[in-house]
């Protein structure tokens, strides 16, 4: 099975004169800036989003908890002291 590879290419240009691909090389370094400038973002928003995952799903657990305990006849007031941080 064939593997999928990514290769970068980097192709240098030297514009003398001809404005449509001065033009076209500006935007494209634009370009490139803007795509660098939001991947720190990007990843911080992810990890975050992990984070708030895994508090939420402790949330439930402890919230399952509580139910189950005072469903078997625990004292409210106790459940509440063991589940809450």
Do not use: C, H, W
Not at 23 to 44: E, G, H, W, Y
């Amino acid at each position: 099975m064939a593997t999928v590879d990514e290769y970068f290419i980097k192709i240098q240009l030297q514009v003398q004169g001809d404005k449509q691909l001065q033009l076209m090389t500006n935007q494209l370094d634009n370009a490139r800036q803007s795509a660098t400038s939001v991947t720190k973002p990007l990843k911080r928003a992810a990890k975050d989003t992990r984070l708030f995952g895994r508090s939420a799903a402790n949330a439930s657990y402890q919230l399952q908890d509580f139910v189950v305990q005072t469903t078997n006849g625990v004292d409210p007031m106790r459940a509440l002291s063991q589940q809450l941080p």
